[in-house]
């Protein structure tokens, strides 16, 4: 771990993917269901196909289409590829977003990608969106523990030298919630995603923000400001209604 100094309030901004930085969950869970009425299985109603996002393939389906046979595991991915895909084109950053990364990234403040996407699907997500210049790291599920396991922080963390206290998880989520926890590290929730407001406010966090404005504003202006008190926290506004 690194021990010089900074003033920054956070040395790393660690972003989920879908459902924070663009807007698929509905292309997703939409995926979901429709793989399940191809196979014949009971169709999770959208509510419970949202819950999985971001975690991963088996603690997915296990929630989401409890009477999936593991012999038709196989089956079940391959049609929700297939109608993933064929929406895939379609999906674009939250209003906001793509201002809000650039900015981060003209003042020079690292930021990575910790997801419960494949490291094949990220891919193909950061090029369509042109963002890899943005990213210093990223990390995807099938590259080691899915959420809510820490592995994905710890291992940014550890490559990037980067203190827990000084690394931030931005996620929509309880899985993201519950991941940043475990590895120590300090998180918010956006509301805008997968999982509404009275869902997130049953994991630790320290603010909630219900827009990319709303986020994209309290970033930024952590960034500038600096550690309150010499501290390293700088709480800020909380909002949570």
């Given at each position: 771990?690194?021990?010089?100094?900074?003033?920054?309030?956070?040395?790393?901004?660690?972003?989920?993917?879908?459902?924070?930085?663009?807007?698929?969950?509905?292309?997703?869970?939409?995926?979901?269901?429709?793989?399940?009425?191809?196979?014949?299985?009971?169709?999770?109603?959208?509510?419970?196909?949202?819950?999985?996002?971001?975690?991963?393939?088996?603690?997915?389906?296990?929630?989401?289409?409890?009477?999936?046979?593991?012999?038709?595991?196989?089956a079940f991915v391959a049609r929700y590829r297939a109608h993933f895909l064929a929406g895939?084109?379609?999906?674009?950053?939250?209003?906001?977003?793509?201002?809000?990364?650039?900015?981060?990234?003209?003042?020079?403040?690292?930021?990575?990608?910790?997801?419960?996407?494949?490291?094949?699907?990220?891919?193909?997500?950061?090029?369509?969106?042109?963002?890899?210049?943005?990213?210093?790291?990223?990390?995807?599920?099938?590259?080691?523990?899915?959420?809510?396991?820490?592995?994905?922080?710890?291992?940014?963390?550890?490559?990037?030298?980067?203190?827990?206290?000084?690394?931030?998880?931005?996620?929509?989520?309880?899985?993201?919630?519950?991941?940043?926890?475990?590895?120590?590290?300090?998180?918010?929730?956006?509301?805008?995603?997968?999982?509404?407001?009275?869902?997130?406010?049953?994991?630790?966090?320290?603010?909630?923000?219900?827009?990319?404005?709303?986020?994209?504003?309290?970033?930024?202006?952590?960034?500038?400001?600096?550690?309150?008190?010499?501290?390293?926290?700088?709480?800020?506004?909380?909002?949570?209604?």
């Open positions: 771990m690194s021990h010089t100094r900074s003033t920054r309030t956070f040395d790393l901004i660690v972003f989920d993917w879908d459902g924070t930085l663009v807007d698929s969950t509905a292309t997703i869970s939409e995926s979901i269901r429709a793989a399940a009425h191809d196979l014949g299985l009971a169709v999770p109603d959208r509510q419970r196909a949202s819950w999985v996002i971001g975690l991963g393939l088996h603690d997915s389906l296990r929630h989401a289409v409890p009477d999936l046979e593991p012999g038709r595991i196989a895939e084109a379609r999906l674009r950053p939250f209003a906001g977003i793509e201002p809000l990364l650039a900015a981060l990234h003209q003042a020079g403040h690292p930021m990575a990608v910790a997801t419960g996407k494949s490291r094949q699907g990220l891919n193909r997500a950061l090029l369509q969106a042109d963002w890899g210049r943005y990213f210093v790291s990223t990390r995807t599920a099938d590259e080691g523990q899915a959420k809510p396991h820490p592995w994905m922080l710890l291992d940014l963390m550890n490559e990037l030298g980067v203190d827990p206290a000084k690394t931030l998880m931005v996620g929509d989520t309880t899985h993201d919630l519950e991941m940043a926890a475990a590895a120590g590290a300090r998180a918010v929730a956006v509301s805008y995603g997968a999982h509404g407001s009275d869902v997130l406010r049953q994991s630790p966090h320290e603010a909630m923000f219900h827009s990319a404005s709303e986020l994209s504003a309290w970033l930024l202006a952590q960034q500038s400001a600096g550690p309150a008190g010499g501290s390293g926290h700088a709480p800020g506004p909380r909002i949570d209604p």
